[in-house]
Structure formats: C-alpha cells, structure tokens
C-alpha cells in the first residue's frame, strides 16, 4: 500500500510529442509565418513542429542576438519548451532542423515539388505540396532514440 502511495506521486509519463498540423500548400506557410505582423519583427523564422511558436533562427544561421527581450533561439526554445528537442521548420529556407540536446542536424524538407523535389532555399519558386510520408518520417525520428546519432551525423554548415 505504501508503494502506491508512492507511485501516486511520482510525475506521469510525458505522451509522445506530436507534430504540429501543417497546411498542404507551403505558401500559406511561407505567408503566415514569414509575412504576418505577429512574425514581423523576425528576419528568420523559426516554426517549432511541436508547439507552433515562431522564434528566430539566427543562432542557426550564425547571426548574433540582434533584438533584446525576443526568444532568439532555437536552442533556447527547444531546451525551455521541449527538454532540448525540438524539429524546427525554417520558413524562408523550407528545410526542418531537429535540435537534440544541444546538437542540430538538418533534416531536409517535408514540403516537395510536382516532381518530388525539395527546394531548399526556395530558389526555383515552383509550388511545393506537403509529403505525408517524409512528414511521418520526421515524426518517427523524433519519437526513436535515434534522433541524436541522426542530428550528429547531418551537421548544419553544408545545409545553411
């Protein structure tokens, strides 16, 4: 009886993280996180796929704190929302980076062409389409204990 006392006590579990809903079209992404007012402010969007807040990615891109007061920082936000992993959704390069524990690694994009191409920094300016499949591919990485070895083994610098 003590024991399930305390047991009763103990934290529960935490559920599975799970990903964010994420619109079909990626221009009603690029629009509403890289364009309205609320994200203005911000030169390089972050979407967190966990929670839905737009932070800056400038700690991704190398930039230092610009803005005092704003959270700046990936990092920042997945360690104080997420136990430090997180999948970040850069919206003007329309490429996910999962940060794990203090590491980043880039995770391409869930977001493709008519041909199945991804269009990393938004260059050729063709429609890209949500692909289920990669999206619940992230989804899986995240939730295995591989995400840490995969952030390790897909450094940022030749992605950004």
Known sequence: AALHAVAAELPRRRPPPELLALPASYEVVFHRYGREDACAHLERPALCLLCGATVTADSIYGVPRMTPGVVDSCFEHAQAAH??????LLVQRSCVVLIVQGGAGFCGSPYLD???????GLRRGRPLQLDSARYDALRSLLLSYEALDYARKRPLVSHI
Request: hydrophobic content about 30%; cysteine-free.
């Open 114 to 120: 008519e041909h199945g191409e991804e269009d990393i």
């Open 83 to 88: 136990a430090g992993t997180a999948p970040f």
